[in-house]
C-alpha cells in the first residue's frame, strides 16, 4: 500500500486497495456521503452511552435460589444433556419465555 493517494480514490478503488469487507464498505461509504455529524458535546454523550451499558449490563445478570429439588433435577439433566448447568438453565428459561415450554395441568 505504499504511495497509494487515498485522498483521489473513488470509494470502490478504496475496497480494493483497503480490502474492505461489505460492512467496512459500507461505513466508508456512509462517511464519504456526509452522512456522520459531529455531536455537540462530546463528554455528556460518552456519559449519556457509559450509563446506557451500565443499565443493560445489570439487566443481563439474574440471580435465583431454587429449592434443592429443582437444583438437582437441573444438574442432573445438565449431566444427561452433557451441557453446563448455567446454559442448561439459561436455555430453559429462554424456551419458557419463548412459550416453546409450558406448565403441566
Partial sequence: MNNLDFDNMTIDQLTVALDLDEEEWELLESIENDEWVSISNEKEEINRLRQMAIADRSRQKIE?????????????????????????????????????????M
Avoid at 72 to 101: C, M, T, W
Fill in 64 to 104: 435465583i435460589n431454587l429449592s434443592m429439588q429443582d437444583t438437582n433435577k437441573i444438574y442432573d439433566l445438565a449431566e444427561q444433556f452433557q451441557k453446563p448447568v448455567s446454559n442448561l438453565a439459561q436455555e430453559i428459561i429462554h424456551r419458557y419465555l419463548g412459550g416453546e415450554l409450558i406448565e403441566k
